[in-house]
């Protein structure tokens, strides 16, 4: 079965970079019928952010993606280790960890360290003198084991390294091809710290163990840790995961994606008013497209396509003309009831009937959801404009005022049904055009202008619809007086 993870340290808000690798571990899971779980690497306790586990959980919940399992709390205060609940957290595993650290030293794949601080500082200046790589120097591996208990007990602080063997690690990454790596260019890196905390590398091996999981999605910055790590998986005499690094998100104009080249943190984009299944179809398809010429896909669809394989080893660029132009299909493809609950958080007007209406007709005119408070604002309140706007290119100001008379004697007729629809309405006024021998263009330019009170609108049956009988009179008598003036 597929088992991927998640596993992120909480130490900020999310970033999108954490969403593309959750919906490609989601896709992947989903898939096959596998399962998708979180695991919060809580265990550089120095770099916590209060608050980003909060975060990524708000995030899942916004962009609609459920992980699948965690350790559940029973009544009784016991744990269920593969519950409904989670996610797994790092830091209420330490023991677990002890003890495989431990089990290292035992059989001689890691041993005790007691250098300070100080004494690596000047080991690794003096390497990048020489221009050497920065790594430990082995100092405390000539410690008999005897000598090391004596130290340990005497109560001095140590750490665990592991002992990097002699060789190279290849691995077949999924996304980058064949990877090898020197060792004598991987370090004996800290397993376990001397506050108690196993440092991630540790932590990693030990819970993709434990869990099962087959697959190791993470971000390319992650690829020079993964020899360190399919070198434990080999000491412990496990199974290796399948790796898959995927290549770094740049910013729109082609750099690393940092606060200062783009927005990082998933919430910016929902703040920023993108629908859910936009983002999702935007951030899962950032590096991995499943058919050549189509943008548009479900959730659903990106699980049945999704192919590792297939994702792009350079890096994907954040096209955000593409993710406004996402996002407009995705409104557009609303039913009205679903619009409004999604834009509700984003109008600051109250909701009501013409509020409702001016959404549905507007839906099709914005990109993003913040955009809605702007253009409610004609509906609600006629601005100002100049009446010369009133009068069409190929007519005069007595035309449009004749139009105008026309229109406000034809609506007067018209009952509080003929509102209900925007079809009805048009078919009401080109009938009428049409039967008059009138042209569109010389009826309807004024007729926009002035129930709108802007140049470029929606429709004048569309206006009419919003704002219905009453207040389209009102702006009709307001336009023909402003061009008497
Ligand atoms: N805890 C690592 C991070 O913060 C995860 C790396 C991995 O997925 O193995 O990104």
Redesign the pocket.
Known sequence: MIRT?????P?GKMHIG?LR?ALFDYFLAKQQNGKFIIRI?DTDQERLVPGAVENLLEMFTAANITHDEGPFLRDDGTIEERGAYGPYVQSNRLDIYKKYADELVEKGFAYPCFCTVERLDEMRKAQTALKQTTKYDRKCLSLTAAEARERIAAGESYVIRIKVPEGKTEFDDAVRGHVVFDHREVDDCIIMKSDGFPT?FLA?VIDDHLMEITH????EE?VSSTPKSIIMFKMFGWDVPIFAHLPLILSPDKKKLSKRTGDTAVEIYFEHGYLAEALVNFIGTLGFNPSGDREIFTIDELVTSFDLNKVNAGGAVLNMEKLDWMNKQYLMALSAEDLVLRATPFVTVPIDDTVKRALFVERTRVSRLTEFNDVLKPYLALQEYNPAILVWKKADVTDAIAQLERMLALIETFSESTFESVELLETAIKEYITREGLQNGNVLWPLRVALSGQEKSATPFETLWVLKKETSQERLRHAIAALKK
Do not use: D, F, H, K
């Not at 993870?5 to 340290?9: H, I, K, V």
């Open positions: 993870r998640l596993a992120p340290s130490t954490t690798t690497e991630y990693m190791v999605l993470r971000g992650w």
